[in-house]
């Protein structure tokens, strides 16, 4: 499920098509989990008298704070994806306003990739695109296998690459 056709050009073509990382979702998922277990024990503990009310505000306080806290994050996550065609790179994003930054890949100077100690147990990293507009460098954050986006980026930016015009070194066993 990528980009939709009519928004490509007439030859072309999708090379890859990304969201976010997951790991986004887990903060919002721990938080579903606590406010889940503090909503129960809230209206459990309602005294009495305040039952039927005081039971429903804690539920709506609930509701608000799960539509805040989880619901939000999840939407962000879901609508933010990453686009690179044969021609441009892509991002996209937005709930209600949407977002979307079209980066031909003829004004791409150079591409580079970071990864953390955690992004790298994730599969995951930021990738970096320097532009020769005014913009300088555009960060993907949370990019998935940013090893292999690298690679295919740096094959639609440079061709592909020939090992025969390499030197061939003696290897070392």
Not at 31 to 37: D, N, T
Not at 93 to 118: K, Y
Request: aromatic letters at 6%; proline letters at 5%.
């Amino acid at each position: 499920m990528g980009l939709p056709s009519k928004l490509l050009g007439s030859d072309e073509r999708e090379v890859l098509h990304t969201r976010t990382h997951g790991k986004v979702l887990f903060w919002p998922a721990v938080g579903l989990v606590l406010l889940g277990a503090g909503v129960g024990a809230g209206t459990a503990l309602i005294p009495t008298a305040a039952r039927p009310l005081g039971q429903l505000a804690v539920a709506l306080v609930g509701v608000l704070l799960a539509l805040w806290w989880c619901v939000v994050p999840f939407l962000r996550w879901r609508t933010t994806t990453y686009t690179l065609t044969d021609r441009r790179l892509i991002r996209r994003s937005g709930i209600l306003n949407r977002l979307s930054l079209d980066l031909p890949l003829s004004r791409v100077n150079d591409v580079s990739s970071e990864r953390s100690l955690a992004d790298r147990l994730l599969r995951c990293g930021t990738l970096y695109v320097q532009t020769a507009s005014e913009g300088g460098t555009i960060a993907l954050v949370d990019v998935p296998d940013v090893e292999h986006v690298h690679q295919v980026m740096a094959e639609l930016l440079y061709g592909a690459h020939d090992s025969s015009d390499e030197p061939s070194w003696p290897e070392h066993g």
